[in-house]
């Protein structure tokens, strides 16, 4: 399995707008693996995970062919997940595509309930321009697994936002395992169920708190504690890469300096463009 990070930020980004803080200050100064972008991936080069608001300069900054993503899974509804515009121009009257493999010029969305309601309310309010039926979301129901483009995403119930059934996922190829887990605090202990038995080659892990205690994200305490927790489910070993994401200027600390923090517990940090192979 090929996983991309096409922007590892949180919310606000590194260097945020219009912020003057230390961290933003010093990455302006540095660039480079310190700038970074709102967070999505791209997993075999056809499947999205999220869509960020800086997705077409995701897609021209990396070389990414966006014709042929035929959909997304999404782990909530926050715009920083969720750009409804990027979605409006895929199926925009005067921006369709051809898709001749299929015959299909639909984009499947798999999310919860409030990704659902958005997409049935704001975005037809707003974007009248959208071609009906080209968008087609699909309920993503906690535990059940569902396959796209020879993946399977099984959503995992995460610690996020409480007005929404948030989740991460479990991507699963026949390369093995990759647990994808921002935007998250603390998984509950149900999760367990659902992790057990796996054996996972690769663990994104959010660290948009960093040194900070974790809340509805995680920090490097819940770093931590989450590859213990993975050890004694026995679904990682040796060979299991853990990799860091999702990061804000909250904490006060750039990539490098964050870099320096994590290779001290086995952990690696992630920067927009890195590609993980399993």
Known sequence: MKLQYLGTGAAE????????????????????????MRSCALVNDRLLV???????????????DGSVISGMITTH?????????ALSVRAAKYGTIRRPESGENSF????????????????????????????KYHYAEPGVPVTLEGVTCTPVPANHDPAEDCCVYILHD??????????TGTLSPECDGLLRDRKFRAVSMDCAR???????????????ELKE??????????GTRYILNHFSHMCGLVHDELQE???QYGFEVAYDGMIVET
């Not at 960093?210 to 931590?224: A, C, Y």
């Open 50 to 64: 999220d869509i960020s608001p800086d997705i077409n300069a995701q897609m021209i900054r990396f070389g990414i």
């Open 174 to 183: 026949e390369t093995g395992d990759i647990l994808y887990a921002n935007d």
């Open 77 to 85: 509804s926050h715009r920083d997940h969720l750009d409804l515009f």
């Open 210 to 224: 960093g040194t900070l205690p974790g809340d509805g994200h995680m920090g490097i305490t819940e770093n931590r």
């Open 108 to 135: 499947h969305i798999y999310g919860n309930r409030a990704v659902g309601r958005v997409l049935e309310t704001e975005l037809p309010e707003n974007y009248t321009f959208v071609i009906p039926g080209i968008l």
């Open 13 to 36: 980004g590194m260097p945020s707008v219009f912020c003057q803080c230390e961290a933003c200050e010093k990455t302006r100064k540095l660039g480079g693996k310190n700038v970074k």
């Open 229 to 238: 927790r993975l050890e004694k489910l026995g679904c990682v070993d040796s």
């Open 261 to 263: 923090l994590a290779e």
